[in-house]
């Protein structure tokens, strides 16, 4: 059975700093390109960034681009994104996605087949 769990979302200040991590098994990980997805409240899911199967490929969203990064660790099945300069428009629920297809990089959603339930990161002075 897949599963990909989320943690390390929260609360802070604007400019502040997070950390989030995702916990993957039951799929060959490093065969599969990994996303970070979020949904800010009442709003549809948005793309943030994508790295290949290897890790040595990523690919970010223009609008966190320079404050976020995305990271892996294959030996560990764990995919990271370290989020920084944080602004009240970046509280959403941040999703862990993997691709079962070509493990190379991608930002169309429906190219994932594998979610996590999301971790809550909330901005706010």
């Known amino acids: 059975e897949v599963y990909l769990l989320e943690s390390g979302g929260g609360s802070v200040q604007p400019g502040g700093s997070l950390g989030l991590s995702c916990a993957a098994s039951?799929?060959?990980?490093?065969?599969?390109?990994m996303s970070w997805v979020r949904q800010a409240p009442g709003k549809g899911l948005e793309w943030v960034a994508s790295?290949?199967?290897?890790?040595?490929?990523?690919w970010h969203a223009p609008s966190v681009k320079g404050g976020f990064t995305i990271s892996r660790d294959n030996a560990k099945n764990m995919l990271y994104l370290q989020l920084t300069s944080l602004k009240p428009e970046d509280t959403a629920i941040y999703h862990c996605a993997g691709r079962r297809g070509p493990a190379i990089l991608s930002s169309i959603l429906n190219d994932y087949d594998y979610w996590g339930q999301g971790t809550q990161v909330t901005v706010s002075s």
């Open positions: 790295i290949d199967g290897s890790g040595y490929s990523t």
């Open positions: 039951g799929f060959y990980f490093a065969a599969s390109a």
